[in-house]
RNA sequence: GGCGCGGUACCCAAGUGGUAAGGGAGAGGUCUGCAAAACCUUUAUGCGUCGGUUCGAUUCCGACCCGCGCCUCCA
């Protein structure tokens, strides 16, 4: 078996195999930087962020492009009413979108910034003006002549056949060829920020950067293009438009593309009160662990509904997945093996690999790891776990990890960053209870609930209940739980 | 209006032409000084509605109802 992808241009799941042999080329439409990552965003990049993991996993190497757009009218507009400039106020987001990235677990792609491609794109136009696919405008604006790309609408399955004449020309857009003609370069407009190019003054328009930055980055033909539902019209018919009529050659060859999430059964709004970005949700006390888990349980293409009810049972998961791992690496266990856990774990990690291949069934890839880890907490209870199981079945949880992400016990210093960050900020009235309470639960390091456990142990042996009752509920409160296992006492954080 | 997606148990959510994964929650039980973890049993003769094809459909086809997305630089 080979992975399979739901290709937006075909309109059907395809064998996917890079041009290369074993190199995969690809590139995801990044954030616009004027504001703070909302978690619409960051399933569409945990999304394509699995793709590249499990491809790296497949023994892939890949070339991974994220681009950031730290120019557009939305940016022009905030800046000015911050006071600040444009520079200023990207590199604040920028840098915020990098950790909260990091925060949810996404392996940092290579990232490339329009600004920083001026010139390049200049050079774009130009060339596609040499060509007579692009025209400049009166005042100074650059535009693509869809009428020059017959294909145009391939991708997102649109016929603009009789909208191409002209026949309906927008009032506002005085001197274009054609009202779907998309602009390339901005003219500058008075107060505005603009780059002197060989073109002329401006701006770049937003799909030219995307063409620019892959091709330049991936070549003019590469492995995969991906991005948000929204963007198939008409940011990557434009990219395709621009590219494919410059070239002549296939742009993308696959494109990925991520399907909305609801909240709370409603299109996320700020109008509906249900806009959450990732660190509205931190901030609320959640674990950035249930966060991911919760946005990688659904296949990429169905509908999520993200609802608070959801990030409570996602968090039980991972707990469940972390206790699991916990038991079989503290535990002790006879020499030996028992090839019914051999197989356990190797068919988990069989069937993981089976579902991710079948166009990243992650829903599937999680049963499958579930269903591991059923049968060896019953063998475990059964003491039907050898020491040379152990490896085999942490080997699958840790395969399953490499893509999902979650196992790592790190939310507690990834909290108290974003509890921090509200501090530094002057929000401490946006810092829930929830919030403050995991962040304290650091209080204790680990020596002193090692001490703590040790004076439990003392007491309990000495069935002096209630010093060890009282010592427990202290660490409880602290947000630790303690365990009396048969191989001694585990704790962990909460 | 054009194009597309979906409606599966209390919740989230896979899936298949032959009678429904997984997680959470609830109930009962085992274990246990307490606690926690874990395990077992249990919760859809049912998969939006109505027809059709078929030996047989939740899975294929048609109609309808409901929800959602794109078609205006929102991932």
């Given at each position: ?16 195999v890079p041009l290369r042999d074993r190199e995969v080329r690809m590139y995801a ?279 608070f009810d959801g990030l409570k049972q996602a968090a039980v998961s991972v707990e ?148 060890s009752d009282a010592l427990r509920s202290e660490l409880t409160g602290a947000g ?15």
């Amino acid at each position: 078996m080979a992975l399979r992808l739901y290709n937006t241009m075909s309109s059907q799941v395809e064998e996917f195999v890079p041009l290369r042999d074993r190199e995969v080329r690809m590139y995801a439409c990044g954030p616009t930087v004027y504001g703070y990552g909302h978690i619409g965003n960051f399933r569409t990049f945990i999304a394509v962020d699995m793709l590249q993991r499990f491809l790296r996993q497949s023994g892939y190497s890949v070339h991974y492009v994220m681009n950031i757009t730290d120019v557009d009218d939305k940016i022009i507009r905030n800046a000015a009413q911050d006071g600040v400039s444009v520079q200023q106020y990207t590199a604040k987001f920028e840098k915020a979108f990098v950790e909260d990235a990091a925060m949810i677990g996404i392996e940092q792609p290579t990232l490339v910034r329009a600004t920083e491609h001026i010139t390049q794109m200049a050079d774009f136009v130009a060339r596609l003006v040499k060509k007579d696919i692009a025209y400049r405008t009166e005042d100074g604006s650059y535009y693509f002549r869809i009428a020059s790309f017959p294909q145009y609408g391939k991708l997102s399955k649109k016929d603009f056949g009789g909208m191409l004449d002209g026949a309906r020309v927008d009032l506002d857009e005085y001197d274009k060829d054609s009202a779907r003609d998309f602009a390339l370069w901005k003219a500058p407009k008075p107060g505005e920020a603009f780059w002197d190019t060989s073109i002329g003054p401006g701006r770049p328009g937003w799909h030219l950067e995307c063409s620019v930055m892959s091709m330049e980055e991936l070549g003019e033909t590469f492995d995969l293009h991906a991005g948000g539902e929204d963007l198939v019209f008409p940011h990557h018919e434009n990219e395709i438009a621009q590219s494919e009529s410059l070239t002549g050659k296939t742009f993308a060859r696959f494109w990925f593309h991520v399907r909305f999430l609801l909240v709370e059964g409603e299109k996320m709004s700020k109008s509906l009160g249900n806009f959450y970005t990732l660190r509205d949700l931190v901030l609320k006390g959640h674990k950035p662990s249930s966060i991911r888990y919760l946005l990688t349980s659904v296949p990429y293409r169905n509908q999520l509904n993200f609802t608070f009810d959801g990030l409570k049972q996602a968090a039980v998961s991972v707990e469940r997945l972390r206790n699991f791992q916990q038991r079989l690496s503290t535990g002790t266990f006879p020499s030996g093996s028992n090839p019914a856990m051999q197989s356990l774990a190797k068919d988990a990690g069989d069937r993981m690999k089976t579902s991710l291949e079948d166009d990243l069934n992650t829903a599937q890839a999680q049963a499958a790891i579930f269903e591991m880890v059923r049968s060896a907490n019953s063998a475990l209870d059964a003491s039907e776990i050898k020491q040379d199981d152990v490896p085999a079945l942490l080997t699958a949880l840790e395969k399953f990890d490499e893509i999902f992400a979650v196992l790592k016990d790190d939310d507690g210093a990834k909290m108290k960053a974003v509890f921090d960050w509200a501090s530094s900020e002057g929000r401490e009235k946006d810092i829930s209870a929830e919030l403050r309470e995991a962040v304290q639960s650091g209080r204790f390091s680990e020596a002193e609930i090692e001490k703590k456990i040790a004076e439990m142990e003392t007491a309990r042996r000495g069935r002096n209940f209630k010093v060890s009752d009282a010592l427990r509920s202290e660490l409880t409160g602290a947000g630790i739980v303690i365990e009396n296992t048969k191989d001694g006492v585990r704790w962990r954080r909460k």
